[in-house]
């Protein structure tokens, strides 16, 4: 079956402007979550969404949004860019988010740069 | 939330065995104990999820003591391609703040 698939691969924006990553999450699965990657920070969980709402929510600043649509693709905002943004955005997928055997399938990734 | 404690970085040889230690003192009741791989700019990749106990797969076996305060990750006869970060994760397998990326442990495989 068809993997988590992010889009785009690579972005380079400008401080103060905003951008939106999308995912898709494998057939079937409910489940979105996001996560940012930095050197510095490591993986760090962004927020969750099941069914269109929103579970669960990392300790990220308002300008980091998100949303889930009946399909179940997701997508992720960030407004007012810094440079400190610039990292490696992860979407994760899974059937359910919960419970034993809930596997995470993540996407390569979007490489956001910020200059 | 239970910490996990990996070491940060192992080297090994082609052909090797490998095990990977991670403690998590605090373990809870309904934690589940779960390893990811990931190569650089690539997502991590699932590899085994256990309760207690044995668990083993096609590419590694889990091991797990009684009090469940550790676990050790054995790769067997490792190649240059497992080469990669491997991360100990702890949680109830909800995928919200309760699944907490640590550090990792930074294998390298030699030839």
């Known amino acids: 079956k068809a993997g988590v698939t992010q889009t785009p691969r690579y972005l380079i924006k400008t401080r103060g402007q905003q951008v939106t990553l999308s995912c898709s999450p494998i057939?079937?699965?409910?489940?979105v979550s996001w996560y940012q990657q930095t050197p510095g920070q490591g993986l760090q969980f962004l927020f969750e969404?099941?069914?269109?709402?929103?579970?669960n929510k990392g300790n990220f600043p308002g300008r980091f949004s998100g949303r889930q649509f009946s399909n179940s693709r997701s997508e992720m905002n960030v407004s007012t860019l810094e440079l400190g943004d610039s990292a490696l955005y992860l979407c994760?997928?899974?059937?359910?988010?919960?419970?034993?055997?809930?596997?995470?399938?993540f996407g390569q990734g979007t490489r956001l740069t910020v200059v | 939330l239970a910490k996990t404690t990996q070491p940060i970085s192992m080297d090994s040889y082609e052909g090797q065995e490998v095990n990977i230690t991670c403690s998590h003192n605090?373990?809870?009741?309904?934690?589940?104990i779960t390893w990811y791989q990931q190569f650089p700019s690539q997502g991590p990749r699932f590899i085994i999820q256990?309760?207690?106990t044995k668990v083993t797969n096609e590419v590694a076996s889990l091991f797990i003591p009684a009090d469940r305060k550790s676990s050790t990750l054995s790769l067997p006869r490792v190649s240059l391609s497992d080469t990669a970060v491997y991360y100990c994760?702890?949680?109830?397998?909800?995928?919200?703040?309760?699944?907490?990326f640590g550090p990792g442990t930074r294998l390298s495989v030699l030839p």
């Open positions: 994760a997928s899974s059937y359910t988010g919960t419970g034993l055997g809930a596997e995470a399938f």
């Open positions: 057939s079937g699965h409910r489940s």
């Open positions: 969404y099941f069914s269109e709402t929103q579970r």
């Open positions: 605090n373990i809870a009741t309904n934690d589940y």
């Open positions: 256990g309760y207690k």
């Open positions: 994760l702890v949680g109830d397998g909800n995928y919200g703040q309760n699944f907490v």
